[in-house]
C-alpha cells in the first residue's frame, strides 16, 4: 500500500459535500450580498487583533491553517479557543506550497516549491492538514484556500480530486456574482469603498486578509475595525459569515 493510499484511507472517514459553483440568490433574514471574512497563514496578528474585534460585533470568520507554522504549534489552545467561538479553522494545506516560478516569487524556498511537488504529493498534504485540524476541532467538515491560489504541482492540476473532500475550495468560485479581494495597506475606507461598489449582480464578497495590526501583508488595525463597523452598522444589507456557513447556506437552496 502505497504513502499515498494510507492517508486517503485516513480520510476515508471524512464526508464532505462537494463544492457548488452557484452563488445562492438570497441569505438569510433577506440579506442582499453575503460577505466571508478569511485569515491566511495563521498569523499571530490574527489572534491577537482581529478575533477581539470579530467577537465584538460576533462576527463569524475563517482561519485558514498551516499546521506547520510556528504560531500554529505555540498556541494551540487558542486557535482551539478560536474554534469553540464558532470560528471556521480552514484548510491551507500542511507546508504552504508555491509555484517559485511565478513573478514575485522569490521568498518560496525549494522545500515549499509547487514546481517540484508531484500532484500526489500536493494532495497528500492537504489531506494531512484535514486529520490535523479535525484533531484540533473535532470537525469533519471545512473549505480549503490553495496557498497563493496555485492549483498546479509540476504543470499538473492537483485541485480537481480535493473537491470531493471540502465544502468549498475559495478562489474557485468567482464569477459575476462573487468577487474575491486580498487587501494590504489600505485604508479603512479602502476596504469600505470596496465593499459598497462591487457590481451589481454580486452576492458574494470575499475579503481575504493576511496580517492585521503586524505580521506580513498588513492592514492596520484601525482599519480592520472600520471596516467590520460599517458591516456591522449595514447587517440589512451584509450577511457577514465564515466561508463554510455561507457554502453550506448555498447548498440548502
Not at 473535532?138 to 473549505?143: A, E, L, N, S
Not at 492540476?157 to 470531493?164: G, Q, R, S
Not at 495590526?213 to 458591516?231: E, M, N, R, Y
Request: hydrophobic content about 40%.
Amino acid at each position: 500500500m502505497t504513502k499515498i493510499t494510507v492517508l486517503l484511507a485516513l480520510c476515508a472517514g471524512l464526508s464532505y459535500p462537494a463544492a457548488n459553483a452557484q452563488i445562492a440568490p438570497t441569505w438569510p433574514d433577506n440579506n442582499k450580498i453575503a460577505v466571508s471574512l478569511s485569515y491566511d497563514d495563521a498569523l499571530v496578528s490574527q489572534l491577537d487583533n482581529a478575533v477581539p474585534a470579530l467577537n465584538e460585533y460576533n462576527f463569524k470568520a475563517s482561519f485558514y491553517i498551516v499546521p506547520n507554522s510556528a504560531n500554529v504549534q505555540s498556541r494551540m489552545a487558542d486557535w482551539q479557543a478560536l474554534a469553540s467561538q464558532g470560528h471556521e479553522l480552514g484548510n491551507h494545506s500542511l507546508f504552504h506550497p508555491c509555484s517559485a516560478s511565478k513573478a514575485n516569487r522569490e521568498w518560496v524556498n525549494e522545500e515549499q516549491n509547487l514546481d517540484n511537488y508531484t500532484a500526489a504529493r500536493a494532495i497528500r498534504e492537504v489531506l494531512t492538514a484535514n486529520v490535523f485540524l479535525q484533531a484540533l476541532d473535532g470537525k469533519t467538515q471545512r473549505t480549503f484556500t490553495p496557498p497563493c491560489f496555485d492549483t498546479q504541482a509540476a504543470g499538473n492540476d492537483f485541485i480537481e480530486p480535493l473537491k470531493a473532500h471540502f465544502v468549498a475550495i475559495k478562489g474557485l468560485d468567482q464569477s459575476e456574482r462573487s468577487v474575491l479581494w486580498a487587501p494590504s495597506d489600505v485604508t479603512g475606507q479602502q476596504l469600505i469603498e470596496y465593499v459598497k461598489n462591487v457590481p451589481a449582480k454580486t452576492q458574494l464578497i470575499n475579503l481575504l486578509f493576511h496580517g492585521v495590526g503586524g505580521d506580513h501583508l498588513s492592514i492596520s488595525v484601525t482599519a480592520h475595525a472600520q471596516l467590520l463597523a460599517f458591516l456591522a452598522a449595514n447587517k440589512e444589507k451584509y450577511y457577514v459569515d465564515s466561508y463554510i456557513n455561507i457554502m453550506q447556506q448555498q447548498a440548502k437552496e
